[in-house]
């Protein structure tokens, strides 16, 4: 069978109602669809004996009238005969409905993860974590129960009401006038209930999202909260996001509950009816007592469809909230990025240019962190961008990383126009190696193995040995293969430094940004990463985002940048040489305190 690719996923925007996003779910079934057809046959068919099981119970009833032994077994055999098909027909319905439904749930799992993952940074600069993991996990999972069985149910159910009432109009026309008159009313509290239940449960559904995001954070940045002794704090703030759900479910509990009570008691008061009405009519000879048993029957089970369907269409109301929510992120615009490894890599020589570059990021527009930035990187050279914290230094990384959209201005690589790269191609021959370095939850080798996902066993070895990473490594009893839990969490920070040099070594970038990757080492630490890094900047341009000044004494040119400008350029001699220049005034701020 072939498998659903990712490219074959719907790319179209999402515009109609909420029922018809609701059934775009269905494109993500691929080549399984035929499953969800066949599973309402088997429905179908599980309605049908369903509907056949009361007729034959008022026969043999009316048996005992007719004192008809052979007649009366014959049609037991019938009933058992149905209730074996019932269970024959229910599990093929249920086992195809499941195997249609997790296959359609991991093609859209698949989806939106690969869509979140290719959202630009201008996205989750705007989005939390938290908020994200809850739609991948509790709406997918809310949409997984609803077509698991709710769906199935529903449908089953509207069979039997509408089958059910078709064949009590067949027994006695009256009994089913009567029977009927209530069904107005609950159709109309249906819908004016179904809304309020709807709205309810897509605030609770929200609420819960924002929980998570408190967990998130909080199991992140455990150490500080440990450090602040916060403990207390973090309990009281999750304490107050789950009281506010508590209230919000209290409230659609109680509507669920105002509805299955007024239900409860139309349905149920109608059955009484129609027995009463039924025996009187028994009484006077228009019907017989397995007719009026076959009716009361199916009364009930139309009675129970419609008392159980108002609760499934809550429900299917639910997953409808929980799947818009799912499709707003797969409606946002990801990054013109493939989802597959690229065969061959185009390499570029290395040459950075920006002219006359302004930016203000997405969310604070009125703010222009670069102001017509111009500096020119040629291949081999290490070019240092200094200032005080917040001018702008690391928003020069990102923006040659294509992470956000220049304003105006122009960056080129190799005298081409950085946007007419594609990101696999510009990315691809970059290297990042960051202050706060963030290393995946598996093994030291596979977090190496990150810059070059194919590489061999020598090779990463040797990236670690030039990193200065090799020694701490094999000083593990597990070597390569040590565990460095969440975020690295069981290395200390210079060891952390070292793991993504090796990391940058073995993608072998031909452009190389440094940002702060020094700032928080202690010395012993620094030096180490100091003689791997320029080991790394060898044979290949490098932006360095510095903050101790001793670490791009032999930049080849240093860009001073201040409020957006880039005030100062030169070497360190030639900065240091100019009266109350900003970059002489850091440095003996530096070496002064040193």
């Not at 076959?294 to 609760?311: D, K, N, P, R, W």
């Not at 111009?374 to 230094?393: D, M």
């Not at 970038?509 to 030096?527: F, V």
Request: net charge neutral.
């Amino acid at each position: 069978m072939p498998r659903f690719k990712e490219n074959d996923l719907p790319k179209s925007k999402i515009t109609a109602t909420s029922l018809q996003k609701a059934t775009v779910i269905f494109k993500y079934s691929g080549n399984h669809k035929w499953k969800f057809y066949v599973g309402l046959i088997f429905l179908l068919l599980t309605g049908g004996t369903a509907l056949a099981f009361p007729k034959l119970m008022g026969m043999l009833v009316d048996c005992v009238k007719n004192n008809d032994h052979v007649m009366a077994n014959n049609i037991a055999l019938g009933l058992v005969l149905i209730l074996f098909l019932q269970s024959f027909f229910s599990f093929f319905r249920l086992s195809l409905f499941v195997n249609f439904t997790e296959n359609t749930l991991a093609n859209l799992r698949l989806s939106l993860y690969s869509n979140l993952v290719k959202l630009p940074m201008s996205f989750f600069s705007q989005k939390r974590v938290g908020e994200l993991n809850s739609r991948i996990s509790s709406d997918i999972t809310q949409i997984q129960d609803t077509l698991t069985s709710t769906i199935a149910e529903f449908l089953r159910q509207f069979i039997l009401i509408i089958g059910g009432v078709i064949l009590l109009a067949n027994e006695s026309f009256k009994l089913t006038l009567l029977m009927l008159s209530v069904v107005p009313l609950v159709a109309v509290a249906a819908v004016v209930f179904g809304r309020f239940i709807r709205k309810y449960s897509k605030k609770v559904q929200d609420q819960v999202a924002e929980s998570q995001v408190i967990v998130e954070e909080t199991m992140q940045g455990i150490s500080i909260v440990k450090a602040f002794a916060n403990e207390w704090y973090e309990i009281a703030r999750y304490d107050g996001k789950i009281r506010d759900i508590v209230k919000l479910a209290i409230i659609g509990g109680k509507y669920r509950g105002y509805f299955a009570s007024f239900i409860i008691f139309c349905l149920f008061g109608s059955i009484v009816a129609v027995v009463w009405y039924g025996v009187q009519l028994s009484i006077s000879g228009e019907m017989s007592v397995g007719q009026l048993i076959t009716f009361v029957l199916y009364s009930t089970f139309v009675g129970a469809s419609f008392g159980g369907i108002a609760e499934l269409y809550a429900q299917i109301q639910k997953a409808i909230g929980a799947t818009e929510r799912v499709f707003e992120l797969l409606e946002e615009d990801p990054e013109k990025i493939n989802s597959r490894e690229a065969k061959e890599q185009q390499k570029i020589n290395g040459d950075v240019s920006f002219k006359d570059v302004t930016f203000s990021y997405p969310s604070r527009k009125e703010i222009k962190v670069l102001k017509g930035v111009n500096f020119t990187a040629k291949f081999g050279q290490k070019i240092a961008i200094v200032g005080p914290s917040g001018v702008g230094k690391s928003t020069i990384a990102s923006l040659l990383l294509r992470f956000y959209d220049i304003d105006a201005g122009k960056i080129e690589i190799d005298g081409k126009n950085i946007y007419d790269f594609d990101l696999e191609t510009l990315r691809g021959n970059m290297s990042i190696v960051p202050q706060d370095v963030i290393l995946f939850g598996g093994t030291i080798k596979e977090n190496i193995a990150y810059g070059k996902p194919n590489a061999t066993q020598d090779e990463i070895e040797l990236a670690a040995k030039q990193a200065n990473a090799l020694n701490f490594i094999n000083g593990f009893p597990e070597k390569m293969e040590t565990i460095v839990g969440e975020r690295g969490i069981k290395l200390s920070g210079g060891q952390r430094q070292r793991i993504a040099i090796a990391r940058a070594l073995l993608k072998n970038p031909r452009i190389l940004i440094l940002d702060e990757a020094t700032s928080s080492l202690d010395s012993e630490s620094e030096k180490l990463v100091q003689e791997a890094l320029e080991i790394l900047m060898e044979g290949r341009t490098s932006i360095i985002i510095a903050h101790r000044l001793s670490t791009i004494r032999s930049a080849d040119q240093i860009l001073v940048l201040d409020n957006g400008i880039i005030t100062e350029q030169g070497t360190h001699q030639e900065l240091l040489a100019l009266e109350n220049g900003l970059y002489k005034n850091l440095s003996n701020l530096q070496f002064s305190n040193s």
